[in-house]
Nanobody, 121 residues
Framework: QVQLVESGGGLVQAGGSLRLSCAAS????????LGWFRQAPGKEREFVAR????????DYADSVKGRFTISRSIAKNTVYLQMNSLKPEDTAVYYC??????????????WGQGTQVTVSS
């Protein structure tokens, strides 16, 4: 059973930065992708970024490319989402997920509790 513990959400002005963290249970992530998703009020949950734990391959949604960076600390079993140049439309609840990979298909198996990110204009 994978446990995901998130932190780092908060309130920031447009153009500012935040860094989200997601700590995962150890020795269970080597074959998984660790992804960030977000859900704004009235909208569906959407993919933001993903990193393969073992190899560090990354993927980003078009809306955040060039602004967000996903990374991992193997020693800390933690994945990070560095968010720069934040926009009001980035306001959402951000969720960490552990995703099982089958070829090019990723299926979230575990979710964190979510952390609120609010970007003021």
């Amino acid at each position: 059973q994978v446990q995901l513990v998130e932190s780092g959400g908060g309130l920031v002005q447009a153009g500012g930065s935040l860094r989200l963290s997601c700590a995962a249970s150890p020795r269970t992530l080597s074959t998984y992708g660790l992804g960030w998703f977000r859900q704004a009020p009235g909208k569906e949950r959407e993919f933001v970024a993903r990193i393969m734990w073992a190899f560090g391959d990354t993927d980003y949604a078009d809306s955040v490319k060039g602004r967000f960076t996903i990374s991992r600390s193997i020693a800390k079993n933690t994945v990070y989402l560095q968010m720069n140049s934040l926009k009001p439309e980035d306001t959402a609840v951000y969720y960490c997920a552990a995703e099982r990979r089958a070829g090019s298909v990723f299926t979230p198996d575990y979710w964190g509790q979510g952390t609120q990110v609010t970007v003021s204009s």
